[in-house]
Structures are given as C-alpha cells and as structure tokens.
C-alpha cells in the first residue's frame, strides 16, 4: 500500500505561480511512479507530469512543456509539481498518483490522493 497526500493548492491570478507536493507513506516506491493528474468539472481527468522514482525520469503533458516542472525529494519522499505561468484553463483538482510505471493513463496508477484544488483567475 502506497499513501499519498496532495497539498499547495489555492487561488492564484493568471500569470502567477504555484508549488504542489505530494507527500507519499507506506512501502518503499524505489519501483515506483509518481504522477500529477487533473481534472476540471465537466472534463476527464487529464495527465500532466510523471516521475520515475529510481533515475528521475520525466514524462509531461506536451502543451504543458515549460510550464510546469515534476521533481521529487527521496529525504522527504516527496514530489513536487511547480506551475508557472499559470492560465484560467489550468483550474482544476489536482491529484497525486502512485503506480508501477511512468505512465498517461488514469489506470495505470493504484494509488491516488483525494486532491488539491487550483483555481486560476483572470
């Protein structure tokens, strides 16, 4: 079992920059991936960055590229989603995600938080 926490959401005007992070806890995620999803109200829950646990490995949403940064900090077992730049369109629940391997979908991840809300205005 993998836990994880989402936190750094808010409000932020258009333009403006914001630092989510997920905290993870249970067993070791050496295997593991870790990726940031969300979802906007009447929309699908979308990719939007990933990072592979051993050897760092990125993967992001292509037309999210400069904008948005995944790392992770093995001390703390934390990952964190830096968002610059930020859009009206980029309001949505943000949401933390475990999973074997560094992936797009929604189903490849087993474990997810309960979300962070990011709300962009303009």
């Known amino acids: 079992q993998v836990q994880v926490v989402e936190s750094g959401g808010g409000w932020v005007q258009a333009g403006g920059s914001l630092r989510l992070a997920c905290a993870t806890s249970g067993r070791t995620l050496d295997d593991a991936a870790v990726a940031w999803f969300r979802q906007a109200p009447a929309k699908e829950r979308e990719f939007v960055a990933a990072?592979?646990?051993?050897?760092?490995?990125?993967l992001y949403r292509e037309v999210m590229k400069g904008r948005v940064t995944i790392s992770r900090d093995n001390a703390k077992v934390t990952v964190w989603l830096q968002m610059n730049s930020l859009k009206p369109e980029d309001t949505a629940v943000y949401y933390c995600?475990?999973?074997?391997?560094?992936?797009?979908?929604?189903?490849?991840?087993?474990?997810w938080g309960q979300g962070t809300q990011v709300t962009v205005s303009s």
């Open positions: 990072i592979r646990w051993i050897g760092g490995r990125t």
């Open positions: 995600a475990a999973g074997s391997y560094v992936r797009v979908s929604p189903a490849d991840y087993n474990y």
